[in-house]
């Protein structure tokens, strides 16, 4: 396999304006997820950015972006838009789609994700989940979770269903986090579809490849990325930095 790791970004967040820019102890977040992703080692990393602000800050950092259509309607349209500049011969037939709000994303999230893709055939689309970190994950509806077959080790299982909804029993409920690996000709089956019946009821992107006949793997990862969509969250990524120094 050839990976890519392709960072879609724009400024237009509604929960917190001009996140990609947001100062975390003196780097735009934008910068700090483009050097975890660097630091994988798994493949070229570039940013699809919807706004030129953003461009100009990753060049700045030594980094490569690629400006796209600020009007594509999601961050999966982006990756294909940036993908057919940076790769037009079809040179990387995974593509990592990886979300600009996750300032310190582990490289074992990007590679456990590739391993899935090289170990599974069947897998068109791979991610990752965690164990339920508390009870209020179940019913929380910004906490995605999704339904598995799991494998005997535990340690990854194909995707069955992803919901808002509550779950419940005696089983592990899965935590979904927004980092996908696609085979190439996933993505664009997958981008040229229009959104699915499912997809528009949970709003989940990822039901329309399910709709579409893809299978989605998933790996359990140990260590919870963080994400940021509002200004607490920001708080705790820079309250996090500081522990980093320390």
Same mark, same amino acid.
Request: charged share 25%; with cysteine.
């Given at each position: 396999?050839?990976?890519?790791?392709?960072?879609?970004?724009?400024?237009?967040?509604?929960?917190?304006?001009?996140?990609?820019?947001?100062?975390?102890?003196?780097?735009?977040?934008?910068?700090?997820?483009?050097?975890?992703?660097?630091?994988?080692?798994?493949?070229?990393?570039?940013?699809?950015?919807? *706004?030129?602000?953003?461009?100009?800050?990753?060049?700045?950092?030594?980094?490569?972006?690629?400006?796209? *259509?600020? /009007? @594509?309607?999601?961050?999966?349209?982006?990756?294909?838009?940036?993908?057919?500049?940076?790769?037009?011969?079809?040179?990387? /037939?995974?593509?990592?789609?990886?979300?600009?709000?996750?300032?310190?994303? &582990?490289?074992?999230?990007?590679?456990?994700?590739?391993?899935?893709?090289?170990?599974?055939?069947?897998? *068109?689309?791979?991610?990752?989940?965690?164990? &339920?970190?508390?009870?209020?994950?179940?019913?929380?509806?910004?906490?995605?979770?999704?339904?598995?077959?799991?494998?005997?080790?535990?340690?990854?299982?194909?995707?069955?269903?992803?919901?808002?909804?509550? @779950?419940?029993? /005696?089983?592990?409920?899965?935590?979904?986090?927004?980092?996908?690996?696609?085979?190439?000709?996933?993505?664009?089956?997958?981008?040229?579809?229009?959104?699915?019946? @499912?997809?528009?009821? &949970?709003?989940?992107?990822?039901?329309?490849?399910?709709?579409?006949?893809?299978?989605?793997?998933?790996?359990?990862? *140990?260590?919870?990325?963080?994400?940021? /969509?509002?200004?607490?969250?920001?708080?705790?990524?820079?309250?996090?930095?500081?522990?980093?120094?320390?």
């Amino acid at each position: 396999m050839n990976p890519i790791v392709i960072i879609p970004a724009r400024l237009a967040a509604t929960r917190l304006p001009n996140k990609p820019l947001a100062d975390i102890e003196g780097l735009p977040m934008i910068v700090r997820v483009l050097r975890q992703a660097q630091a994988a080692g798994i493949g070229p990393v570039a940013v699809a950015a919807g *706004d030129s602000e953003i461009v100009r800050v990753v060049e700045a950092a030594g980094g490569r972006a690629v400006l796209t *259509d600020p /009007d @594509l309607p999601s961050g999966s349209d982006r990756l294909v838009a940036a993908l057919g500049e940076l790769d037009p011969d079809g040179r990387h /037939d995974v593509i990592i789609n990886l979300q600009g709000d996750m300032p310190f994303v &582990e490289a074992s999230a990007l590679t456990d994700c590739a391993a899935l893709l090289a170990r599974e055939p069947g897998c *068109d689309v791979a991610t990752i989940v965690e164990a &339920e970190t508390s009870p209020a994950v179940r019913t929380n509806p910004d906490m995605v979770k999704a339904v598995l077959a799991m494998q005997p080790d535990g340690r990854s299982g194909r995707a069955l269903y992803f919901t808002r909804s509550a @779950l419940y029993g /005696d089983a592990p409920v899965w935590h979904h986090h927004g980092i996908y690996a696609y085979r190439r000709e996933a993505l664009l089956r997958f981008t040229a579809a229009p959104p699915s019946p @499912l997809e528009k009821r &949970e709003k989940l992107e990822q039901l329309r490849a399910m709709e579409l006949g893809m299978t989605i793997w998933a790996a359990v990862v *140990d260590a919870t990325p963080i994400s940021v /969509d509002n200004p607490a969250d920001l708080e705790r990524a820079r309250a996090f930095a500081r522990s980093l120094k320390g």
